[in-house]
């Protein structure tokens, strides 16, 4: 009987926040049509989960387009405060025990109050300074609630056909859900702390805080206060003796360091997370952290290495490899796009170039072809453009991405193996000098099959902008020449037998075979040299 009271209780909570949901989202006459702006205020309006999805939406600018993901920045936690009682329940709650017993101090005002919980700074009984944070109570049944009712309501309103392409609500709605689930467990938090710590306990600029692991529990976490100056209280450090452009060197230094070489990176590296104390740069807060995977650093090295040498054919190697897709894209546009986009930066000093927008016009190139990034690049990217400002706000100066190039290129070098470069140069000499060897054999091939009509060429058309006429004529030229090539073959085989008559003391068969090869020979490339100078 109770159980089939808190059922139908949590129905009852749910048909509530449901039809709150569908009100809201009428009051905005959202099957009448969206924009940006009345996007955001839309997830605004629906309250903190909803504004937890926009923050998502808005680095996923492989997914959604330009225009959405700069107005969804703007989406920031506002949530009023726990009241001290709530936040007492929680700890004793956790603990068994009353809050005193475990703390000598409790400070009642929070440091910050954000969706998912809540900071305060506290002293523990051995009189060590920490800082608590403590969960929101019943946010892991609310949120998923709200996932629930959110899936019911985009069936029920159509509202994936109202966005048309703009977004598909089902793929922010599993994204938001994993990663939400990993940040209401504490002590995923504290694991990942204690991992970041390992990594960079070498690095004698980098700090982070301790982890009190004997307190923490996946609804609360306990920490080592940090004190001395945020990272862009620029005044403050210069009076204390801090150089701005040491702290964003070694900054941006670290930052690649976390990515190409660790492929475990902090995702959110604004002002808030960074603190400089006694010499060293300490980061705090290891709530959301990205995860590279072996491939997909080394793919992370190509790219960088693929833009310093302007190399556009690597480029779109890299991202078709890193993204997801259907296989039905353009490709000849789809270069065509990434080879202006190489071309834009090609001339530009490493020191003069926007990451940010470099990143933002490589996901629109991503969005315009139906490519989406897996989470963990583009985490990467919404990374990378936060530790640009975040760099650039103490030093204007700094560019990440010559510190990124030089970076990569000296982890190559230092990583170089002369022995094994020669033996892998030695075989692929090998290799080629077979194939050599090979392609009259294969070409003998070719034109078997052909003779015997078993001969396929299968073209994937596509909408690209190259008309059939073009592949029609290009089909023609690579005929001619298989058939000159056959014709050269077959010339030279006659001519090691005795058959008569001859001409110049080659069969004659075998001379009008070479005649006729060199006439197709010339003219294909009288074609090919008139098209390059008259390109249709």
């Known amino acids: ?44 309006d629906l309250g903190p989960t909803f504004v937890k999805i926009g923050q998502i939406m808005s680095s996923r600018q492989d997914m959604f387009s330009q225009r959405y993901c700069k107005e969804l920045i703007k989406l920031r936690d506002n949530v009023a405060p726990l009241d001290i009682q709530t936040v007492r329940n929680v700890i004793e709650n956790e603990y068994g025990c ?42 892991y049944e609310t949120m998923e609630q709200d996932i629930s009712l959110i899936r019911r309501a985009i069936k029920l309103l159509k509202i994936n056909e109202a966005l048309g392409n703009v977004v598909d609500l089902n793929i922010v709605l599993d994204e938001f859900w994993h990663t939400a689930k990993e940040e209401m467990d504490f002590l995923n938090e504290a694991k990942f702390a204690n991992y970041f710590t390992d990594l960079n306990k070498d690095i004698a600029c980098i700090g982070t805080p301790v982890i009190e692991t004997d307190y923490t529990t996946s609804k609360i976490l306990i920490m ?33 360091k976390q990515i190409v070489d660790d492929g475990f990176f902090h995702a959110d590296p604004h002002p808030g997370n ?49 993204g997801n897709h259907d296989n039905r894209i353009d490709y000849t546009l789809f270069y065509d796009d990434i080879e202006t986009f190489m071309h834009h930066y090609v001339n530009t000093n490493l020191k003069d170039i926007n990451l940010g927008d470099a990143i933002q016009e490589i996901f629109t190139i991503a969005h315009k072809h139906r490519i989406s990034m897996p989470k963990g690049i583009s985490m990467l990217a919404r990374g990378l453009v936060t530790i640009e400002s975040t760099v650039m706000l103490i030093d204007p100066h700094i560019s990440i991405v010559e510190i990124a190039a030089n970076h990569v290129a ?24 077979k194939h050599t060897i090979d392609l009259p054999i294969q070409l003998s091939e070719v034109i078997n099959m052909i003779r015997k009509g078993r001969l396929k060429v299968n073209l994937n058309i596509m909408d690209s902008s190259v008309p059939l006429k073009s592949v029609n004529h290009m089909v023609n030229k ?59």
């Open 274 to 322: 960074l603190r400089i104390r006694d010499g060293q740069i300490i980061w705090i807060d290891f709530g959301m952290m990205g995860i590279l995977k072996p491939e997909d650093k080394t793919l992370m090295k190509s790219a960088v290495m693929a833009i310093g040498n302007n190399d556009t054919q690597k480029l779109v190697d890299v991202i078709l490899t890193l």
């Open 410 to 433: 000296k982890h190559m070098f230092s990583h170089f193996d002369l022995k094994k470069e020669l033996t892998s140069t030695g075989k692929k000499t090998y290799d080629a000098f």
């Open 1 to 44: 009987m109770l159980q089939t009271n808190k059922n139908s209780q949590k129905n009852m909570s749910s048909k509530r926040r449901l039809i709150q949901i569908i009100n809201i989202l009428k009051k905005h006459h959202l099957t009448k049509g969206i924009d940006p702006v009345k996007f955001r205020i839309i997830l605004e």
């Open 478 to 536: 690579l005929t001619v020449g298989i058939v000159s090539a056959g014709l050269l073959m077959a010339s030279s085989l006659l001519c090691t037998t005795q058959m008569t008559p001859k001409v110049f003391g080659i069969p004659a068969l075998g001379f009008i075979g070479y005649i006729t090869a060199v006439g197709l020979g010339i003219w294909l490339l009288f074609t090919v040299l008139k098209e390059r100078k008259h390109p249709k």
């Open 98 to 139: 009353e809050l005193e017993e475990i703390f000598l101090e409790f400070d009642e005002n929070p440091l910050g109050s954000a969706s998912i919980a809540q900071v305060h700074k506290a002293t523990l009984k051995n009189g060590k300074a920490i800082v608590v944070k403590v969960q929101r109570p019943n946010i």
């Open 224 to 256: 080592e206060y940090i004190d001395g100056f945020e990272i862009d209280q620029i005044e403050m450090l210069l009076n204390n003796g801090y150089q701005r452009k040491e702290i964003a060197a070694k900054l941006a230094e670290n930052y690649i």
